[in-house]
């Protein structure tokens, strides 16, 4: 009958994320002690419990006693410890009394490198208890935190200061210390409801035992808790809540026991826009926002997660007037806001600087509307509106708004633009052009906001890698691998698609008279390859990284959708049984044909049989192939290549020997090769594409 | 309560448990971490108990006084227990119940708030705490100071007296606060936030402050004889022995560089380049103070360390 055992660090209030990843590590961390010394059985269980103040571990299924050890440990070369006449030498005595054996116990062994000194070791498993008291410290010490801090003495660091630890094996106390507390069966309750300290009977009443002590250590069962408060105290207000995960997982992390407690502020404020309202009270005082409906009006209420509610009236009123403060402060900025319209803020970002070398955020302003010109013409979009949104689309930073919440850029520029009566499309895109803000975010779906990202984004990259301020390990300040990220998301999800060549020329003529850049060449051959990269691992796991790198590498670099539709068609190929073969088959004529010169095939030099069967199918569709290839029908194309290419071409390789001793015949049959092989490559490079079969030809090509 | 019978309290609570009772430092500090009784003292082996309020200036906060929550000057409520006992939330929460509060009827959490302070090279963990949604104190475990590691750690408690004080006498204007009884804040300090908003944003004369800037932190470098060169891994080098530095002057002018920096900056004459620049220049300067300060303390053979019991906060 095996027990359980538990482990529970407590301390002072620890951050969310603190929780989360220091439970991550210590569940890692026992798995891996445990295992190593050999307490784990079949039943063998760890799950991890968290609250703000305390870090706990449960073990289910431990062994009652450590599995024995038989096992014959290796020594030093038998010549270093025996004498040629047996006698031992030192390293003889100094290995068996290693390992508690008289040297008469040691054995020889023999292996390829040589003879060498052996034991054979056994050793009796101990107890439970008894290895888990060395092993626990072990174990504590494994738990990492996102940034750890020393406190009194300064000689232990942790993730905030330890307070107690208790380690229970079944109902006994296994003993150990850590950070130099002495665990016990000592545990304590919510901070403010139950602040003595108990003693916990045995380790399979922890839960029920904290809960009494209003604890949920369950952190799945306090956010259904939570969630269940807050779900009713909506209905309760005649609402629904507005659904936050984020928040959610805030505020059930600062909390041992949570209570909701509603409040509400003065409807007058319902005049900012919502997204104000929201930013104040999710950001600064993390409440959650009520809503008439689903996607309705907010209503003029808010849902406090609290810690206690035994006066519930006095934490609303506490929280209403600290509400009341900062709704009224958002307030006085946006009447103060509105006085004057965006544009006049045009003149302040003259004297903001966008980058020391690259000059003010003015200038950029005005680079943002050539190359916003530029692409709206490229892609049919209004060129008169996209410059407009272009002109506008950063005024809102000098808003009082947005100077107090950076978050709600784009968003009160739109507002503002809005009651301005600007055109929806223009004040839409001043909004949009932030998007994607990550990989979680969508991008602009119209037109003139996709235009203004991307004109945005490509002036950032090209005048960052202008100045050699070019993203190096986990440093890119500027995140410019967002940016080009995001550019390449807008081609491919968005409204329009960009070319990203003509893009960089556009951006780095645009900054002419405002910054000193590297020359076009040298910038386009680092955003180059620094675009490849994100486009490689940007698609990489949903059509493997091989099938990206084989039409990476017969893309110009131009259009980004025309990538997406190569990428698109080998992975449909790739898919088809056929494919293997033809891959193979391809691949081989390119490693035979990589250094060999092109030219014209001689008919009259073609053999008979599957060579000129070869030549003349391929004969027949190279202008289908190249034709749907130049329209960038890239799945026409390579259907006609496996259709009507794949059985001559495995039958040319089964039966045509191409490296004769004849000089002119086998040129002829590396011309036929090489110019089937461009033509294929002009789709995808195949040779990138990794296959089960390994070409019988790869030694031609190393 | 009134506003200064809150300061007695806070003076009273921490007298009681072992701090000295100290007074605010007699020149412009943007926070009482600048008052050398924490900046210095946090530095070294030796034991530190100290409460003591610090008139605080936010030049770029400053609101004309027309706004109900915002104040160029306010006061902090500053405690230091080095090392930080092991019951520092206790009696935090204690001097709350203190000043009438008692923690089981309100919602008061900790939540995560690292602090820095660029200028002065010091880092921490901790939180501030929050009374009912308001934030009314940081916390904060110190880890570094004037570019040092600090050990013992101190534990720093700041109370924002202002904010606190709002929410026990329920006004919703800092204006509207009672000083003391029949004596409003308004009728000490409105006028002063007037005046001071229209000196930090309007009429400070830049140049004068970038001169004064420059001056104190020249003085830095003559008081402490601090060299040009750096030694190996850009070590600060000295010239004079460590008591014939002048760490306690030398240290006047860093907190005079720092607050005519903050000057500019309200009167928004430094660009964000110039910003990280002037920061340096701060964070220079009281890295090489504070590394005066323990070769000062270490060449006393650290005091302290017999005179005062590490524990006495703790009881």
């Known amino acids: 009958m095996s027990s359980e055992f538990l482990l529970e660090i407590g301390t002072e209030e620890l951050p969310a994320s603190f929780v989360t990843q220091a439970l991550g590590s210590l569940k890692a961390s026992a798995l891996e002690l445990v295992s190593q010394a050999r307490l784990g059985s079949e039943e063998l269980e760890v799950h991890t419990l968290g609250t703000p103040r305390r870090l706990a571990l449960r073990i289910r299924g ?282 006049d803020r045009l003149q302040k970002l003259e004297s903001v600087v966008f980058q020391s070398k690259l000059g003010t955020m003015g200038a950029k302003v005005r680079r943002l509307q050539a190359n916003a010109r530029a692409l709206a013409e490229r892609a049919g979009a209004d060129p008169a509106a996209c410059v407009e949104a272009a002109r506008l689309c950063k005024t809102d930073l000098e808003t009082l708004i947005v100077f107090e919440f950076p978050e709600l850029q784009g968003e009160m520029g739109r507002w503002y633009a809005m009651r301005e009566g600007i055109d929806p499309a223009i004040a839409d895109a001043i909004r949009d052009h932030y998007r994607p803000q990550g990989a979680d975010d969508v991008v602009p779906d119209q037109l003139v906001g996709a235009v203004v990202a991307v004109a945005d984004r490509i002036d950032t990259l090209v005048g960052c890698f202008g100045i050699g301020l070019v993203p190096s390990g986990s440093a890119d300040p500027f995140a410019l691998r967002r940016a080009a990220l995001g550019i390449i998301r807008i081609a491919l999800e968005g409204p329009i698609d960009v070319d990203l060549r003509q893009l960089l020329e556009h951006a780095h003529a645009a900054y002419a008279g405002d910054a000193e850049l590297a020359p076009l060449d040298d910038v386009r051959a680092s955003l180059e390859s620094f675009f490849r990269a994100r486009i490689r691992a940007m698609l990489k796991d949903a059509h493997g990284g091989d099938v990206v790198d084989a039409c990476l590498g017969a893309w110009d670099g131009a259009s980004l959708r025309d990538l997406q539709s190569r990428v698109e068609a080998v992975s449909e190929v790739r898919a088809a049984p056929e494919f293997e073969a033809l891959a193979v088959a391809f691949k081989r004529a390119f490693n035979i044909t990589k250094e060999s010169a092109r030219g014209p095939i001689d008919a009259a030099l073609l053999e008979t049989g599957a060579e000129t069967a070869l030549a003349q199918r391929f004969e027949t569709v190279r202008d289908q192939i190249r034709e749907a290839t130049g329209a960038r029908r890239y799945a026409d194309a390579l259907r006609l290549v496996a259709k009507e290419l794949g059985e001559p071409i495995d039958r040319f390789f089964e039966e045509v020997f191409v490296m004769v001793d004849d000089p002119s015949v086998r040129e002829n049959r590396l011309r036929l090769l090489g110019e089937i092989a461009d033509t294929v490559n002009g789709i995808a490079h195949f040779h990138h594409l990794g296959t089960k079969l390994q070409s019988r030809d790869s030694s031609v090509s190393a | 309560m009134t506003f200064q019978e809150l300061i007695l309290a806070l003076e009273r609570f921490w007298s009681e448990r072992g701090c000295l009772i100290v007074q605010p430092y007699n020149s412009e500090v943007g926070a009482g971490t600048f008052n050398p009784h924490t900046f210095l003292r946090a530095i070294g082996p030796e034991p530190w108990n100290v409460a003591y309020v610090e008139p605080s200036r936010r030049p770029t906060d400053g609101r004309y006084g027309e706004n109900p929550n915002r104040l160029q000057q306010f006061h902090q409520y500053q405690v230091i227990l080095k090392p930080s006992p092991l019951d520092i939330q206790d009696l935090y929460l204690e001097s709350l119940r203190a000043l009438g509060t008692d923690p089981r009827h309100h919602d008061i959490r900790f939540i995560e708030d690292d602090w820095e302070s660029p200028t002065l090279g010091a880092w921490g963990l901790g939180w501030q705490v929050w009374l009912d949604g308001l934030e009314i104190s940081q916390f904060t475990y110190f880890q570094q100071c004037g570019g040092m590691d600090c050990k ?164």
């Open chain 1, 62 to 343: 431990l062994a009652p006693r450590q599995t024995d050890r038989n096992e014959t440990v290796m020594g030093p070369p038998w010549n270093a410890a025996f004498e040629a006449d047996g006698s031992p030498k030192k390293a003889a005595a100094g290995f068996a009394k290693k390992h508690g054996v008289t040297v008469g116990d040691l054995r020889k062994k023999t292996t390829d490198k040589g003879d060498y000194v052996s034991v054979q070791v056994h050793e009796a498993g101990r107890t439970t208890g008894v290895v888990l008291a060395q092993i626990l410290p072990q174990i504590c010490q494994g738990i990492t935190f996102p940034k750890s801090m020393r406190w009194g003495p300064g000689e232990i660091s942790f993730g905030r200061p330890i307070h107690w630890v208790v380690s229970l094996l079944g109902s006994d106390v296994v003993e150990f210390e850590f950070a130099g507390v002495q665990a016990g069966r000592a545990t304590r309750g919510h901070r403010f409801l139950a602040p003595a300290t108990f003693d916990l009977d045995a380790a399979s009443s922890y839960e029920t035992a904290l809960e009494r002590a209003h604890v949920l250590v369950d952190l799945t069962r306090r956010k259904d808790r939570m969630m269940e408060g807050l779900l009713g105290a909506a209905e309760s207000l005649g609402g629904v809540l507005a659904p936050d995960a984020f928040l959610a997982d805030e505020c059930v992390s600062l909390v041992e026991e949570p209570f909701t407690v509603p409040g509400s502020f003065d409807e007058s404020f319902l005049e900012l826009p919502d997204t104000v309202v929201v930013s104040v009270m999710r950001d600064h005082q993390r409440y959650f926002a009520v809503r008439a409906s689903e996607g309705g009006a907010l209503l003029p209420s808010y849902l406090n997660v609290v810690n206690t509610a035994q006066d519930p009236e006095t934490i609303a009123k506490g929280n209403d007037r600290v509400l009341r403060a900062r709704l009224a402060d958002a307030k006085f900025f946006v009447q103060e806001d509105r006085k004057a319209p965006l544009a």
């Open chain 2, 152 to 315: 013992p750690i101190s534990g720093e408690l700041t109370y924002g007296l202002e904010r606190i004080a709002m929410y026990l006498q329920d006004v919703d204007d800092v204006y509207d606060l009672q000083w003391a009884q029949g004596i409003r804040y308004g009728d000490i300090y409105k006028r002063a936030e007037w005046e001071w908003s229209t000196y930090n944003f309007e009429q400070a004369d830049v140049d004068l402050q970038k001169k004064l800037f420059e001056e104190y932190e020249t003085q830095v470098g003559v008081l402490l004889g601090l060299s040009d060169k750096k030694g190996k891994g850009g070590a600060l080098q000295f010239d004079r022995a460590p008591l014939e530095r002048l760490a306690l002057p030398a240290y006047d002018a860093v907190i005079k560089c720092s607050h005519y920096f903050n000057v500019l900056d309200a009167r928004g004459a430094i660009s964000v380049t110039e910003r990280q620049r002037y920061i340096g220049r701060v964070r220079l300067i009281a890295r090489a103070v504070a590394e005066s300060w323990f070769a000062q303390r270490e060449a006393l053979g650290f005091p302290l360390l017999d005179v005062l019991d590490t524990g006495a906060a703790a009881q």
